[in-house]
């Protein structure tokens, strides 16, 4: 991507509404990202925040499988973000968090009922 590619893609014409969700680790991110601008939605992410693990084996998990947390504008409608998370391999605990909140304002409890 260039950065003329990056200014066009970036340049939001429509009002953008801030989302926030959780995801299983920063590769689940990345793919939602990437899902989003082949299908031609834009999202702009802008705050990552990765929560510890309390557990024993805190550190090995903390590398393996963090939760990323996630705050992003975009000015898709919620209906259009889920069906971006539903084209994703394993992109499940975004979709079941996805709210049009703040992060934190989020409680990031899975909504079960949603696939």
Avoid: W
Avoid at 15 to 20: G, R, V
Avoid at 36 to 45: D, F, I, P
Avoid at 69 to 90: I, Q, Y
């Amino acid at each position: 991507m260039n950065r003329q590619q990056i200014d066009q893609y970036l340049d939001f014409q429509h009002p953008m509404t801030t989302y926030s969700c959780r995801f299983e680790c920063p590769q689940d991110v990345t793919q939602f990202i990437l899902l989003a601008y082949t299908n031609g939605v834009k999202v702009l992410v802008h705050k990552l925040n990765q929560a510890g693990v309390l557990d024993v084996s805190e550190l090995l998990l903390k590398y393996l499988l963090p939760d990323t947390h996630v705050e992003f504008n975009s000015p898709a409608d919620l209906e259009t973000l889920r069906n971006v998370l539903r084209m994703g391999v394993d992109l499940h605990v975004g979709l079941q968090t996805l709210r049009p909140l703040m992060l934190s304002h989020n409680t990031l409890e899975r909504d079960y009922d949603l696939i």
